[in-house]
């Protein structure tokens, strides 16, 4: 495999400095599911721990190393699950933490950033617009500006997951990644390629935020005005040049899903695997949906990567849900 950003080494390092409650996370075959998917499907659930995400693999190491800095501020931008995350971090190590958020965020992941003792800065419009105020208050205040997905901590953290997963028996065949910004698809990406070429690396994007996916396909950064989907987690409009270029390595296909069968998705891990997951966790569900016969007979892992969902939303997506994706939802994208 060619070279990425990323450093198997440093990964390895990582599991040292994360708290262990956010390692060796649950990994398991959930036949409930496998007869409405047609295909074998084991779950890999980043949610049981305290900020409900996987976002907190990468914050651990980033909080560490601020720990030992003169400096002890810093400042992110999030869509709701970094800025929990580096708050949980940042309080138990003495750090300033200040999150920048959309004021269009779901209410109950910036509620979650304050309770952690975080300061919230809100700003009109979305995430990008977030990620440059956060850059503004950095230059300002001389402090650490953490990027999802750029700065290394939050992909190799990240990358922890994959091993987890090349550590497990048996072994399965695809692992479907949710892609945003990123992180997570290079750094479970570089692990799989690393230890496990054969594994099929499948990254799903919703068709209202394509812009990543469309960047893969294309092989270079494609940017687009808006996004227009629920999955808030991974609605980004302007994909990094250096984790685009990470990603062209590791990813062997990159898929785009509709609305409905994402929202199908949360019905069936719910319904058959009684999870609650935000519209992010369900895009690899979503994706066996939308292509059966490709997954028809393989062993498919999901990671199921965060559970912060604001539930009267919740509860109107998913009391209208179908068990199953409808059938204009089913064609490959």
């Known amino acids: 495999m060619q070279e990425t950003r990323l450093d198997t080494a440093r990964i390895q390092a990582a599991r040292r400095v994360i708290d262990p409650i956010f390692l060796d996370t649950p990994l398991y075959r959930c036949d409930a599911l496998e007869p409405g998917l047609g295909c074998t499907v084991s779950i890999k659930l980043e949610t049981a721990n305290p900020v409900r995400s996987f976002k907190a693999r990468g914050t651990e190491v980033i909080a560490s190393r601020l720990a030992r800095d003169e400096s002890r501020a810093v400042v992110c931008a999030s869509a709701g699950n970094l800025g929990q995350a580096l708050a949980w971090s940042g309080r138990g190590r003495g750090l300033d933490v200040t999150v920048v958020a959309s004021r269009f965020a779901p209410a109950a992941k910036l509620d979650r950033i304050r309770a952690l003792d975080a300061r919230l800065e809100l700003v009109d419009g979305d995430f990008d617009t977030a990620r440059e105020r956060a850059a503004a208050i950095a230059r300002h205040d001389d402090i650490r500006l953490v990027e999802d997905s750029l700065d290394l901590e939050t992909c190799e953290g990240a990358a922890t997951i994959g091993l987890e997963l090349v550590d497990t028996a048996p072994s399965f065949d695809a692992v479907l990644i949710a892609l945003g910004g990123g992180a997570l698809a290079t750094g479970v990406g570089h692990v799989v390629k690393a230890f496990a070429p054969q594994v099929e690396v499948i990254c799903v994007q919703p068709l209202g935020a394509p812009a990543m996916t469309y960047s893969w396909r294309r092989r270079r950064v494609v940017t687009t005005e808006s996004t227009d989907t629920i999955a808030d987690g991974v609605a980004g409009r302007l994909p990094i040049p250096a984790v685009l270029d990470d990603l062209l390595l590791v990813a062997d296909d ?18 058959h695997a009684g999870l609650v997951a935000e519209p992010s966790a369900a895009l690899g569900i979503a994706a066996i949906l939308e292509n059966r016969d490709r997954f028809a007979g393989r062993h498919v892992v999901t990671i199921v990567c965060g559970s912060n969902v604001d539930m009267d939303a919740y509860h109107r997506w998913v009391g209208g849900a179908s068990h199953g994706s409808p059938p204009e939802a089913r064609r490959r994208r």
Request: charged residues 15%; aromatic residues 0%.
């Open 254 to 271: 990159a898929v785009l899903v509709q609305e409905a069968s994402i929202i199908a998705g949360m019905r069936m891990l719910l319904d």
